[in-house]
């Protein structure tokens, strides 16, 4: 099968099997979305979405998390991991989106990866999920992983990798794709003992490295 047919044909049966993909962290403004995102890093999002409500409580806004105290950040997003360095991170990124963009999170990327803590990835999934903005496909180790093994890519680097996604996918596919690889990732092809046997996927998937 062809490359691009086979990535089309991806994208089809996925989609059947998604068709209502979403983050599964919880939300409820691009602000909240992106503070989640960055604690996502290095974490599951069962247990960002156990920290954050107490952190948006707290916290709200941008402006809020701002003048919030290292100590009491710190100690509210512990469990997420390298807290020390995200709460940081959120704060020093409250300050920016309250002081230069009026408390709202910008909808441009590069305005996003200017904000400390906030990566490539990070601003993609701001972008797409929160505000629609087809940004790109975003690369994190689900989705890597589900690529290689779906013979869609060779490439170890998830920027390159993203890139080659893009052009083999139209645009309005890029937000999607993502979201339902990730979800496909954690429910059926795994890491460790993926489950050909009952994969939508099996009959298109060359089990590269399975
Ligand atoms: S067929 Fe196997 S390797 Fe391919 S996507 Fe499905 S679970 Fe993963």
Not at 157 to 164: F, G, R, V, W, Y
């Amino acid at each position: 099968m062809k490359l691009d047919t086979r990535a089309a044909t991806v994208v089809e049966l996925l989609t059947g099997e998604y068709p209502d993909a979403a983050t599964e962290l919880d939300y409820g403004s691009p602000w909240q979305l992106l503070v989640a995102t960055v604690l996502s890093a290095q974490c599951t999002d069962v247990r960002v979405n156990k920290v954050t409500p107490e952190l948006f409580a707290r916290w709200p806004h941008p402006e809020d998390l701002a003048s919030a105290s290292q100590d009491d950040v710190e100690s509210v997003i512990r469990s997420t991991g390298m807290f020390r360095q995200k709460a940081s991170s959120l704060r020093s990124a409250a300050g920016i989106v309250a002081s230069d963009h009026g408390g709202r999170v910008p909808e441009d990327l590069d305005a996003l990866v200017a904000l400390p803590g906030v990566g490539r990835k990070t601003a993609k999934v701001v972008l797409g999920e929160a505000f629609g903005i087809a940004a790109g496909v975003t690369v994190d180790t689900h989705v890597r992983r589900l690529a290689r093994r779906l013979g869609l890519t060779r490439l170890e680097d998830p920027e390159k990798i993203a890139a080659e996604l893009e052009s083999l996918l139209p645009q309005d596919e890029w937000i999607k794709l993502s979201t339902r690889l990730i979800l496909h990732g954690r429910r059926v092809c795994s890491a460790r003992s993926p489950r050909c046997s009952e994969c939508v996927l099996a009959e298109v998937c060359p089990k590269i490295g399975i």
